[in-house]
């Protein structure tokens, strides 16, 4: 699994002009499943962005979680996440799990996320979206938990 994170003061998602999730101060996360991608990566991200220190303090830049301070998650599916552009000028999508293993990885993933403690708004699976966000920093980071070959759905 990836997930691209970003720090925001504000955060929202729109799908055919209705908003389907917003979010004050928190983080943006772009989330995107990877073939051989399963629970061991969902519960390990999900600890990761829940815990991750990007926060100030008062006296240091980074230091305190979403967990700490309380703060909100957008969660956005994101398949392109897995694009590989290597090889031509089209890029490649075959490391993108496929849609129907996908949306309960990223269901659970949101689910993990409430469960220890963070409050989640999300945009809507498979549907095309438009995200704004105010990026505060702009502070904007990449976690990734490979899948771990013979584990996970195929």
């Known amino acids: 699994m ?3 994170i970003q720090r925001v003061t504000r955060a929202s998602v729109r799908v055919d002009d209705q908003l389907v999730g917003e979010i ?4 943006l996360v772009l989330l995107g499943v990877m073939k051989g991608d399963g629970e061991r990566q969902v519960l ?3 600890r990761d962005v829940a815990t991750f220190r990007i ?7 980074m230091h305190l979680s979403l967990l700490d301070l ?9 398949f392109t996440l897995a694009a590989d552009g290597r090889k ?12 129907d293993l996908a949306r309960p990885l990223v269901e659970r993933f949101v ?3 409430r469960e220890l403690g963070v409050p989640v708004s999300t945009g809507r699976f498979q549907a095309m979206m438009r ?18 070959p013979g584990e996970g759905p195929r």
């Not at 004050?24 to 983080?27: A, I, S, W």
């Not at 926060?55 to 830049?61: E, H, K, S, T, V």
């Not at 031509?88 to 849609?99: C, E, M, Q, T």
Request: net charge neutral.
């Open 2 to 4: 990836k997930a691209v």
């Open 24 to 27: 004050e101060r928190g983080v």
């Open 44 to 46: 390990k991200l999900a």
């Open 55 to 61: 926060f100030p303090d008062g006296q240091r830049p």
């Open 70 to 78: 309380n703060l909100a998650a957008l969660v956005v599916s994101q």
């Open 88 to 99: 031509g000028r089209r890029p490649s999508f075959d490391k993108a799990a496929p849609p």
């Open 111 to 113: 689910a993990e996320l």
């Open 131 to 148: 995200v704004e966000l105010v990026n505060d920093g702009p502070a904007t980071f990449v976690l990734e938990t490979p899948a771990v």
